[in-house]
């Protein structure tokens, strides 16, 4: 009902029509499972424009992909303003009839509305049906007609290395089950006993969803976890039925991960463990990409990348005006802790063995990379001036000068960019390599998927890179207008040409993958770096295998890590093998709370 309190409806009837109905009660000790989404998972909006709400079908995604390549940057730079834009609550929001308990209007007070629907909707739909519906025949004794446990419940009890001997009741797909899962997760887990997963029907899972605003400042998402895990548990103290114990279970996704660390950080006697799934534990190597040449396509046929890189941003001039002052998004960039010289740049082309001319960071990567623009060199992970197409950042730059803005004073762009990244900096500083004592997690490791570094080439080849600031015989600026040189390609999706000018005898021009020699004035050359779409770690094609798999690094350690190959970053949870680790993992968790009380 509208306190959340369970009801059974019924009707009245003649006293000679007798029915028999069957209304089965929830148990009363909840234990609320909030889930925290990744970036770009939170449907947004400025005012009644919506800022941010991916489509929900194919063909949503075709007819938004075709208005969003209309869209100016104009328009990107106002509506993905971090100051004025908000969560949108009023997202698709429909419940399908096999959750019974569970409407519309319950999923949407629970904050499923917030979050897009065709990522995580069937997910945590599921969720909510293995957790509280472990039986095929609820409220029925287990195999009086036919009813048996879930796959996803019943193959908890046949893990380990020891088999076990199926009861009548056994479904015997439970073992086959087992066996195809170990083998996806590489390893053999301890198996529930028969208290234990007797235990697991003692509480009400109710799922919970929290969307945040993935364009502000990480570390205000994760107070704002905190606050609503305390609003989630006063719901259920207005109730007359339920009770909780004060603690939460949190799972995962993307950066939702680094979100529950940090608000676990701030509260962890409100949280009774956590499932993280596909985190990028010390930030992913991707996101300079993106910020340099837009959402990558991995071929000429990738229909969805194409829909998803119109959506997202297809090239460097849209990902800068909607990411570039944002500091949410750099909560993903690559931390101190992350393994070192994921920036490299090559004399010639990788598949032909060029020369690796340097890599960064040796060490701090905001100040070796971060700290440094396109106007300091030609790599720099961001290029003030695509930040401003609406001239609104009129501040002045001051060399030497404070950084911070005074009351009502305006920034230039790369004032808030800097500002951006100190949030960022100071959010990693804070979270470190914390985990919560009771937290489990996965990550992807299909082959060859991920970008664990990120690499310029030069198709033309160079013996050796001299940068122009630090050469006094290069008198020419360093040139930033390549996309007015070749017009329409830099401007392609996944892909960024940079000429920049070095002392040389010759010239040489990249234009339209052809190379041609010119004569330059002064005996200068200019050469063109590509930014490849090669793919050279394994991970889930966001996050790569070496910042996956630092979840085994973080303090104190985690109870479980695996790496499950098959399935892609953003549709992990619809990865079987994955879904079933994320109920394994919350039995775990279930283990550590309290008895239930006495009715």
């Known amino acids: 009902d509208k306190d959340g309190d369970p009801v059974f409806p019924s009707v009245k009837s003649p006293e000679c029509f007798q029915p028999n109905a069957l209304g089965v009660l929830p148990p009363r000790d ?95 739909q599921k969720l909510e049906t293995s957790l509280n519906d ?107 039925y339920f009770r909780h114990q004060g603690k939460v279970i949190l799972v995962t996704h993307s950066m939702g991960g680094l979100i529950a660390r940090r608000g676990a950080q701030l509260a962890p006697d409100k949280v009774l463990g956590i499932v993280h799934g596909v985190q990028p534990t010390v930030g992913a190597a991707v996101l300079y990409r993106r910020l340099r040449a837009g959402q990558e396509i991995k071929h000429f046929f990738d229909i969805a990348g194409r829909v998803v890189a119109a959506i997202m941003g297809r090239n460097q001039e849209d990902m800068t005006v909607q990411l570039a002052r944002c500091p949410g998004p750099f909560a993903l960039a690559p931390t101190k802790d992350h393994p070192p010289h994921w920036l490299r740049v090559y004399g010639g082309d990788r598949e032909d063995g060029g020369d690796l001319l340097f890599s960064l960071p040796e060490s701090d990567p905001y100040t070796e990379i971060y700290a440094k623009t396109t106007e300091d060199v030609w790599w720099g992970m961001v290029d003030p001036s695509l930040m401003d197409p609406l001239g609104e950042m009129t501040g002045e730059d001051e060399p030497g000068g404070e950084d911070e803005a005074g009351e009502g004073e305006k920034l230039t762009p790369k004032k808030a960019y800097g500002k951006a990244i100190e949030k960022a900096a100071m959010f990693h500083d804070r979270l470190g390599l914390y985990a919560h004592p009771e937290t489990y997690g996965y990550y992807g490791t299909a082959e060859e998927n991920s970008f664990g570094y990120v690499g310029w080439t030069c198709p033309a080849g160079v013996d050796s890179y001299t940068d122009c600031y630090e050469d006094e015989a290069c008198t020419r600026p360093l040139r930033r207008d390549y996309f007015k040189t070749a017009p329409g390609k830099g401007q392609q999706s996944g892909k960024a040409h940079v000429p920049v000018y070095r002392k040389a005898a010759a010239a040489v021009y990249t234009e339209d993958s052809l190379l041609r020699a010119r004569e330059l004035a002064g005996g200068e050359r200019l050469v063109s770096f590509r930014l490849p779409n090669t793919r050279n770690q394994a991970g889930d094609g966001t996050v790569a295998k070496d910042s996956g798999e630092y979840l085994e690094k973080l303090t104190p350690q985690l109870k479980e890590v695996l790496g499950i190959p098959g399935f892609e970053h953003q549709s992990a949870f619809d990865d079987l093998h994955a879904y ?8 775990r968790i279930v283990q550590k709370a309290a008895p239930p009380l006495p009715c």
């Open 134 to 240: 472990q039986c095929t025949l609820p409220g029925h004794p287990l195999g009086a007609g036919g009813n048996y446990l879930l796959p996803e419940i019943g193959m908890l009890r046949h893990l380990g290395a020891e088999p076990v001997t199926a009861r009548q009741w056994d479904e015997p797909d439970y073992a086959e089950a087992v066996k195809e899962t170990t083998q996806a997760w590489g390893k053999t887990l301890p198996a529930l006993s028969d208290d234990e997963i007797q235990r697991l029907d003692d509480y009400y899972y109710p799922v919970w969803a929290y969307g945040y605003n993935w364009l502000k400042d990480a570390e205000e998402a994760a107070s704002g976890l905190v606050s609503y895990i305390d609003a989630v548990l006063a719901h259920y103290d207005k109730s007359a």
């Open 580 to 587: 079933r680790a994320t109920i394994y993992f919350i039995a």
């Open 30 to 124: 909840v234990l609320p499972v909030i889930f925290v989404p990744g970036i770009a998972g939170t449907n947004l909006r400025r005012g009644q424009e919506n800022t941010w709400a991916p489509p929900n079908s194919a063909l949503g995604g075709i007819g938004q992909a075709i208005s969003a390549k209309t869209r100016t940057n104009k328009t990107r730079q106002r509506l993905f303003n971090p100051d004025e834009t908000e969560i949108n609550p009023d997202g698709k929001c429909a419940i399908g009839n096999k959750t019974y308990w569970l409407d519309s209007d319950e999923a949407r007070k629970r904050g499923w509305g917030a979050l897009h629907a065709m990522s995580y909707h069937a997910f945590l």
